[in-house]
Nanobody
Framework: QVHLVESGGGLVQAGGSLRLSCAASGSIFSVNAMGWYRQAPGKQRELVARITMGGSTVYADSVKGRFTISRDNTRNTMYLQMNSLKPEDTATYYC???????????WGRGTQVTVSS
């Protein structure tokens, strides 16, 4: 089991930036990859970005070129730098870890990102 805590959300104007953090603890050795997900009201949760322990990254088309996922292994922390934010980026953002096709953490409270136009 991996325990995850998200932080860094807030209210920002369109075009602004935010950096989200995800602190991980617990069975870190079992993690293959970590990812950021988001869920807007009335919509399903979607993958925003994912990074493997080897450093490979994938991004949703809607955030390519604007968001950057990274991690600091010494701090067991993952980040999501979000630039050029748009109102459609408004959502609750969650992080999770996965290995062999299954999530290792629980879906916590997430961190709210609100982008005003």
């Amino acid at each position: 089991q991996v325990h995850l805590v998200e932080s860094g959300g807030g209210l920002v104007q369109a075009g602004g930036s935010l950096r989200l953090s995800c602190a991980a603890s617990g069975s870190i050795f079992s993690v293959n990859a970590m990812g950021w997900y988001r869920q807007a009201p009335g919509k399903q949760r979607e993958l925003v970005a994912r990074i493997t322990m080897g450093g490979s990254t994938v991004y949703a088309d809607s955030v390519k070129g604007r968001f950057t996922i990274s991690r600091d292994n010494t701090r067991n922390t993952m980040y999501l730098q979000m630039n050029s934010l748009k109102p459609e980026d408004t959502a609750t953002y969650y992080c999770n870890a996965d290995s062999q096709g299954r999530y290792l953490g629980s879906w916590g409270r997430g961190t709210q990102v609100t982008v005003s136009s």
